[in-house]
């Protein structure tokens, strides 16, 4: 009988040996339940093949195909990445919706005397809780934000947070950004599903009784959009704001982007949509900087020309509560490491 499942919590907690995502590769790359891994009982051309057959044949002829197909792919997993289980393995099958695919797979488990069982509802059910936790249920937890201009050092300082004790939410790891119009990374970014399982799981482990600092983004992270609920408790919440120079920014936001630095040619396309924005003259002196090399001149300009007045304009919408500006001369991992204990102690005492 399928086991139902309420909450992430008790989905988290499910009490099985491996979570098996039977779906199809692509299905699975788009989001999936955390840890599960990806036995395809159909590939992506064999889904595609038995999803025509239904419509131009008929259901009848697209389930046996079907059947044939996962009873031959359901042997290759049992024979190959299953083959080291021994009798007492309890495995946790699910595909879209809990149906045929996940039913016939568990089912062939069962016979060899594998204690399996399914999803009731399958991933359908995963990703309404998923909805539920971040989109219909309010957030417990009290945001702090890190704030600051560009090139403050922000993420570094949010990880040594972290290693310090305090609870923290890193979005720019989970959206696989730097949340900039410089700031892709060089891995693709996750789908929305993906990011907002990844959101969810990581709210879900955090103390609502003690406060988590969250770096300060706008409501999306390249392409992807932070959830309402989250987005607004993050415009309520208090700010701690980490100030610098313009020279030390320059020096590391050099080092922290030397990535980007690397590639001059996709650096400049990125410049060019700042057009629209700043106009071809200030546009066309970065690209200056950036052929002669001069890359902490650039970041310079960069920040005096474009990001620190986009900041100011942002900041001057909303009145936020701020509880320390915290002013350092130096953002070597020294620097941040300082910084991030001065911000722990404040933490410690709200």
Request: overall charge negative; charged content about 25%; hydrophobic content about 35%.
């Amino acid at each position: 009988m399928p086991t139902n499942f309420t909450s992430l919590a008790q989905l988290r907690d499910h009490g099985f040996d491996t979570v098996i995502d039977v779906r199809s590769p692509s299905e699975y790359a788009e989001d999936h339940v955390p840890g599960a891994i990806n036995l395809p009982v159909l590939s992506d051309a064999e889904r595609a093949e038995v999803g025509t057959i239904y419509k131009q044949d008929s259901p009848f002829t697209a389930r046996k195909r079907g059947a044939a197909l996962v009873a031959r792919n359901a042997a290759d997993h049992i024979e190959q990445s299953l083959s080291h289980h021994g009798g007492g393995w309890k495995p946790l099958v699910y595909c879209w919706r809990g149906g045929q695919r996940s039913g016939s797979f568990t089912g062939i488990l069962q016979q060899i005397g594998w204690r399996a069982d399914t999803i009731q509802g399958g991933y359908q059910t995963y990703r309404k809780l998923v909805q539920t936790a971040l989109y219909e249920t309010p957030l417990p937890h009290r945001l702090i934000l890190l704030d600051g201009n560009t090139g403050t050092a922000k993420t570094d300082i949010l990880s040594h947070l972290n290693q310090l004790g305090v609870q923290t939410l890193d979005l720019e790891g989970m959206a696989g950004h730097r949340g900039s119009l410089l700031g892709s990374t060089p891995a693709r970014q996750p789908s929305q599903k993906g990011f907002e399982t990844r959101l969810a799981l990581a709210l879900g482990e955090l103390d609502p009784d003690r406060p988590v600092v969250v770096e300060a983004e706008s409501s999306k992270i390249g392409q992807l959009i932070l959830p309402p609920q989250l987005w607004l408790n993050m415009r309520e919440a208090a700010r701690i704001e980490v100030s610098a120079s313009l020279a030390t920014r320059a020096t590391y936001l050099t080092q922290a982007y030397a990535d980007i630095i690397a590639d001059p040619d996709r650096l400049a396309q990125r410049l060019q949509p700042l057009r629209v924005h700043r106009g071809h003259e200030m546009v066309d002196g970065w690209l200056r900087l950036l052929q002669d090399g001069s890359f902490e001149d650039l970041a310079t300009a960069l920040m005096a020309q474009h990001y620190d007045p986009a900041y100011a304009k942002s900041r001057n919408v909303h009145e936020h509560e701020v509880i320390a500006t915290l002013d350092t001369d130096r953002l070597d991992n020294p620097g941040q490491v300082d910084l991030a204990r001065r911000i722990a102690e404040l933490i410690s005492e709200r």
